[in-house]
């Protein structure tokens, strides 16, 4: 797979502009805060409907105007779609494939990328939060029904939520404890869906992450991918409620189940998590949240036998947030039908000294189209700049035109 053009209207800073992308490695150039970044986020959103960088849409769409669209010509064989997605300052969002319209939900069953950008260290340094998003993302690109399974959980846990607040301040009893119940099986449906497809994945990646971080950190530390699974005891107090959903709060203290001790089929899931319910339902009206499920699960990243979180040096916990994006993208090209996924490196090479510099090049050199951006010319290797794009400004310009 590859975009062969790529046109953006008043996203972030760019008013207007036609990019001409080419197949193997593609290097997009400019001082910093020209907006190299912004090109290739557009991509991601494409994607994955979301940014690597902030929560909200509107912080996409440029100041002043009320909407921006991304539009994509993406090639895959002898096949060619023209993908886009109109984002809307106020008001749902709008997409077309081939300038019909298609439910915005669906753009991730045509066009597939990797991104990894300077954020991801958080991946293994920051908080539960990232790591859910890292996991439900890759999940979405590899089976996009998905993506209407966590949109469904997320509506279900803010209800389940509401009915315990309202609990929490009024008392609940009869008719209200029924309704609770209703929620608490819908949750249980769609939570259990998704801790299912989480471990599929995290079983899937195991072998491409722990072959990713060896090519790029040349050395074998070990490297594994643990769930800590909220239904099987994982510590909810760890969390700063206040989100109502959960929080996004630091992981170090909760229990990590052993694989061996994790439910491997959905029917076990759902026993796990309908009896967590019942466990902790007290503690729930009491605090007026939801305490377990996949909202406040984890995966601990090891290195060595230790949690990389607090343990890993700068160098080692980059090389496992890079080896986590290869990862993910030998995995995508192996099972996906449209072929490779676009691989996306934002920033990458200024943060590598010239060994991993050389092996990431080695690492990337056979994918279909490689997007790279850099401030500094020199920090890629020679390979890896064929074509060329040079930004000013939140524009495309001429080599010459380059101070």
């Known amino acids: ?15 207007h502009a036609d990019v001409s992308l080419s197949a193997g490695p593609n290097l997009v150039v400019g001082r910093n805060g020209q907006g190299k970044t912004n090109l290739v986020e557009s991509l991601g959103y494409l994607s994955t409907l ?27 064989g002898e096949r060619e779609f023209l993908v886009e997605v109109q984002i809307n300052r106020s008001g749902p969002n709008k997409a077309q494939v081939n300038r019909g319209a298609v439910r915005v939900r669906d753009l991730p069953r045509y066009f597939s990328s ?60 009869g008719a209200a404890l029924s309704t609770l119940d209703v929620w608490d099986e819908r949750l249980i ?8 497809e989480r471990a599929r994945l995290v079983a899937a990646l195991a072998q491409p992450v722990r072959d990713a971080y060896h090519s790029v950190a ?20 760890r969390a700063d409620d206040a989100t ?45 949240v939801t305490l377990v499920g996949p909202h406040r699960d984890d995966v601990v990243f090891e290195l060595n ?56 090049a080695e690492a990337v050199a056979g994918y279909q189209q490689v997007i790279i951006t850099a401030a500094v010319f020199d920090d890629v290797p020679e390979a890896l700049r064929e074509n060329t794009i040079h930004i000013r400004s939140g524009e495309v310009v001429e080599a010459t035109d380059v101070e």
């Open 244 to 288: 109502g959903s959960g929080g996004d709060a630091d992981a170090a203290g909760s229990t990590v189940a052993s694989s061996d001790a994790q439910p491997a089929e959905r029917a076990d899931i759902r026993a796990a998590f309908t009896q967590a319910l019942a466990d902790i339902r007290r503690k729930e009206l009491d605090r007026g």
């Open 114 to 173: 990797v991104l990894f950008a300077p954020e991801d260290l958080a991946l293994v340094r920051g908080d539960p939060s990232g790591r859910r998003r890292y996991l439900d993302q890759l999940i979405v690109v590899r089976s996009p029904r998905i993506a209407g399974v966590l949109a469904d959980y997320e509506r279900v846990l803010k209800q389940r939520n509401t009915l315990l607040k309202s609990a929490r301040a009024t008392g609940i009893k």
């Open 189 to 196: 449906e769609l939570g259990s869906e998704i801790i299912d």
């Open 50 to 76: 979301g940014s690597h960088r902030v929560s909200t849409d509107q912080a996409l769409v440029r100041q002043g105007a009320d909407a921006a669209i991304v539009r994509a010509r993406v090639a895959h």
């Open 305 to 360: 036998g230790l949690p990389a979180k607090g343990y890993a040096s700068h160098g080692e916990s980059w090389s496992f947030a890079l080896a986590l994006k290869l990862g993910a993208a030998e995995l995508l090209r192996r099972d996906s039908p449209s072929g490779d996924p676009v691989l996306v490196l934002d920033d990458v090479f200024a943060e590598l000294d010239r060994g991993r510099r050389a092996r990431l």
């Open 1 to 15: 797979m590859q975009v062969t053009h790529l046109n953006l209207v008043d996203f972030r800073n760019y008013r």
């Open 218 to 237: 040349d050395g074998d530390h070990t490297p594994r991918l643990i769930r800590s699974l909220s239904i099987l005891g994982a510590d909810p107090d």
